[in-house]
């Protein structure tokens, strides 16, 4: 398993702090902070994931949980409506997000807002966010939305706009608990369900009409 590079600036000090600790002879005291910052460290864990289905699938973007899945507008997005599936990340899920799709990025825009709790209804309305827009190789727009919860201290988005990306290349993540929107058009079909756990780049999400 590999770790995202975010979790050093994190973890090192906590590191330092039991070797400072250790060499003053508090082995207890280091043994507790060493792991501490091997807890830390987990949070930005970066498991291998894989998906071998159809090329047209849309996958997760995120792990978590289904909390919502409804239908909305957005202009960002394009003309008429997308499925929003909703995703709950809690401090205990893998926090390192990937491409949902092969495209291009045509949208790319960070707002910055406050910390409310990720599962409250309006978190994407008055948290923190980074919105990509990716533009498949169809025409079709995807868009995934990454939003900041309670804890969390930044959302971190690899993505420019003009970047061409790979489905299941890594596309950021977000520091500290948070939540995930993926949209797709309303033509496509969506294959998860609310309370339904998700994998990032291994769980199928959706399909477009000609699959």
């Not at 849309?58 to 409506?81: C, E, F, S, Y």
């Not at 809690?90 to 910055?112: F, K, W």
């Not at 409250?120 to 990454?146: W, Y």
């Not at 950021?172 to 756990?197: C, E, H, N, W």
Request: proline share 7%; hydrophobic share 45%.
């Amino acid at each position: 398993m590999t770790f995202a590079k975010e979790a050093w600036p994190f973890v090192l000090p906590f590191w330092a702090l039991a070797l400072g600790l250790a060499a003053f002879r508090h082995p207890a005291w280091a043994a507790g902070v060493f792991v501490v910052g091997f807890l830390v460290l987990l949070f930005f864990r970066d498991p291998t994931r894989r998906f071998d289905g159809p090329l047209g699938t849309v996958l997760a973007p995120a792990d978590g949980v289904v909390t919502r899945i409804d239908t909305v507008q957005d202009p960002d997005l394009g003309p008429g409506t997308f499925h929003r599936i909703v995703t709950f990340l809690s401090a205990l899920d893998v926090h390192v997000q990937r491409a949902p799709v092969d495209g291009e990025v045509i949208a790319a825009r960070y707002t910055e807002g406050r910390k409310v709790a990720a599962f409250r209804p309006d978190a994407d309305q008055v948290n923190e966010k980074h919105l990509s827009v990716l533009r498949r190789p169809n025409g079709d727009t995807v868009g995934i939305c990454q939003i900041a919860g309670l804890v969390a201290r930044r959302v971190v988005c690899y993505l420019k706009l003009g970047d061409r990306v790979a489905r299941g290349q890594h596309m950021g993540l977000i520091k500290f608990g948070s939540r995930v929107d993926l949209m797709v058009p309303s033509t496509y079909k969506v294959l998860v369900a609310k309370g339904q756990r998700l994998r990032n780049g291994e769980t199928p999400v959706a399909l477009p009409p000609e699959s």
